[in-house]
């Protein structure tokens, strides 16, 4: 570990404990060898930042040129998750699919950051998947990648660490970060979110995914079906046959038996990662969770993160 991350994690860390903040252990666990931390070992970050409509209500709201540049607790969206993710030793690089370069003017701390070279920029494609395909082209076929969304301003370095601690030790291609409903419904009373709802109990996704190389796969099957990806029972109508969508109306679907399943249709393995904070699980799609999000910031401040490449 070099002696910059070092630095900035023992600044993290003091500070955490100031606040009462529970710190992550900065080393791997004890049954990850420390010869782990190697390059190939590392993850590149892959950001989702497209601005896909002229009506957005958190543009709307804000009055922010497009979506990821809207201030939250004073800071647009974008430059809060490009904080955590470069706070993180196990992130080797990163990069940002959107905004239109049209717009990236209107974020000066964005755009020194891709004239630097500290974040490499990408146009965005006409979907989601799309532009996660382009991005994973840009990228070593041999290097797990993280994905993520511009709209996860509650992302923190924590979160991220947690995340990718844990991906790296599962036994699969490909890693999704959940949450359970009782863990929103308990931080966060009346918060709606996205819950699939199955025999073991609800769960919420964090916008949080890793891809081994044998997992890049998993997202040209996302292409087909992100379009439902709101509406659960949908979604699971288009994967399988009718008697799993009653499986899953009726409760009985659990969540071993929905990833077997994925698996089957898309030839990866893919398993949870459930995350402590109930704060991976909110995104920022619209003005009540823009609202949400400012509230919990000034409840419980985030401090700021130290790039590894601070700029002028």
Not at 91 to 104: N, Y
Not at 114 to 141: C, F, Y
Not at 194 to 213: A, E, H, I, Q, S
Not at 269 to 292: H, N, Q
Request: one cysteine or more.
């Amino acid at each position: 570990m070099d002696t910059r991350r070092q630095h900035a994690y023992a600044q993290y860390s003091e500070k955490s404990r100031q606040q009462g903040i529970q710190t992550l252990p900065y080393i791997w666990k004890n049954a990850v060898s420390n010869q782990q931390e190697t390059t190939h070992q590392k993850f590149a970050a892959l950001v989702l930042a497209a601005d896909r409509t002229t009506n957005d209500p958190i543009t709307l709201h804000t009055g922010a040129a497009c979506k990821a540049f809207a201030p939250v607790g004073g800071t647009p969206m974008i430059i809060r998750v490009l904080d955590s993710l470069a706070a993180s030793n196990l992130v080797d690089s990163i990069v940002l699919c959107g905004p239109p370069r049209s717009r990236l003017d209107d974020c000066p701390p964005l755009k020194r950051r891709i004239e630097s070279g500290e974040v490499k920029w990408l146009p965005n494609m006409d979907t989601p998947g799309r532009s996660a395909e382009q991005g994973l082209h840009h990228l070593p076929d041999d290097m797990p990648v993280l994905l993520t969304t511009a709209d996860h301003a509650l992302l923190t370095p924590h979160i991220v660490q947690n995340f990718l601690t844990e991906s790296l030790i599962t036994d699969s291609d490909a890693t999704v970060g959940i949450v359970t409903e009782k863990q929103m419904a308990a931080s966060f009373p009346g918060s709606k979110r996205t819950v699939f709802r199955l025999r073991d109990g609800g769960f919420c996704g964090c916008n949080l995914f890793t891809f081994k190389p044998g997992g890049r796969a998993l997202v040209t099957f996302w292409q087909q079906v992100e379009g439902m990806r709101k509406k659960p029972w949908r979604l699971i109508s288009q994967i399988v046959g009718p008697d799993i969508v009653l499986s899953y109306l009726f409760g009985r679907l659990s969540l071993e038996k929905a990833l077997n399943i994925l698996a089957a249709k898309s030839g990866v393995r893919v398993k949870t990662v459930l995350l402590p904070e109930a704060r991976a699980g909110i995104d920022v799609d619209k003005v009540e969770d823009l609202l949400l999000a400012e509230s919990i910031l000034n409840k419980a401040p985030v401090p700021f993160y130290k790039r590894r490449k601070p700029l002028n």
